[in-house]
T-cell receptor, first 114, second 111 residues
Framework: DTAVSQTPKYLVTQMGNDKSIKCEQN?????MYWYKQDSKKFLKIMFS???????INETVPNRFSPKSPDKAHLNLHINSLELGDSAVYFC?????????????FGPGTRLTVT | TQLLEQSPQFLSIQEGENLTVYCNSS?????LQWYRQEPGEGPVLLVT?????EVKKLKRLTFQFGDARKDSSLHITAAQPGDTGLYLC???????????FGTGTQLKVEL
């Protein structure tokens, strides 16, 4: 029944490792997003895909690589993890990219880099 | 870079009190949304406003979009503990789907 799901919920890893976060939505939406929420709860867009095509690519280190195998899935792979990558990462989806976009968020993945 | 400043940053009140949260920017937004986020969960959309001066009500919550579409307010009447959470405004510019989120207001309503 979960509309937007993410795995894992928690991820603890060491600096320099590579990790992935998976996201799936069962809402039939065309557009998906990745956001980063820092320790001050500030939420910032990282990427957006519409029907598997990248449409938003904010100023994010190229260690972060999103992949959309189909429009229901958007995964985030992070190479060479750094301490500053520690945050909560949220996946979201919307019907499409035409405004006003009403976004549905997943439960988040809390990434801790030690 | 568009910035959305929310005030207050933190608010702790007693059940039954009224409160207003503000969301201000120097940028014009084509639409503005309010989300509520509870601990350990993702933000949940409360409302979308698109017209300058628009007012929308959701039970005890009243949302207003400024006439110039640069600011918004959220008023809660007779707050309840279930209203506790992080309130985020988010604005969209032009014809894009990119949302700029506000700095957040952490609300705690106590019995």
């Amino acid at each position: 029944d979960t509309a937007v799901s993410q795995t894992p919920k928690y991820l603890v890893t060491q600096m320099g490792n590579d990790k992935s976060i998976k996201c799936e939505q069962n809402l039939g939406h065309d557009t998906m997003y990745w956001y980063k929420q820092d320790s001050k709860k500030f939420l910032k867009i990282m990427f957006s895909y519409n029907n598997k095509e990248l449409i938003i690519n904010e100023t994010v280190p190229n260690r972060f690589s999103p992949k959309s195998p189909d429009k229901a899935h958007l995964n985030l792979h992070i190479n060479s993890l750094e301490l500053g990558d520690s945050a909560v990462y949220f996946c979201a989806s919307s019907q499409d990219y035409r405004p006003p976009v009403e976004q549905y968020f997943g439960p988040g993945t809390r990434l801790t880099v030690t | 870079t568009q910035l959305l400043e929310q005030s207050p940053q933190f608010l702790s009140i007693q059940e039954g009190e009224n409160l207003t949260v503000y969301c201000n920017s120097s940028s014009v937004f084509s639409s503005l949304q309010w989300y509520r986020q509870e601990p350990g969960e993702g933000p949940v959309l409360l409302v979308t406003v698109v017209t300058g001066g628009e007012v929308k009500k959701l039970k005890r919550l009243t949302f207003q979009f400024g006439d110039a579409r640069k600011d918004s307010s959220l008023h809660i009447t007779a707050a309840q503990p279930g209203d506790t959470g992080l309130y985020l405004c988010a604005g969209a510019t032009g014809g894009g789907n990119k949302l700029t989120f506000g700095t957040g207001t952490q609300l705690k309503v106590e019995l």
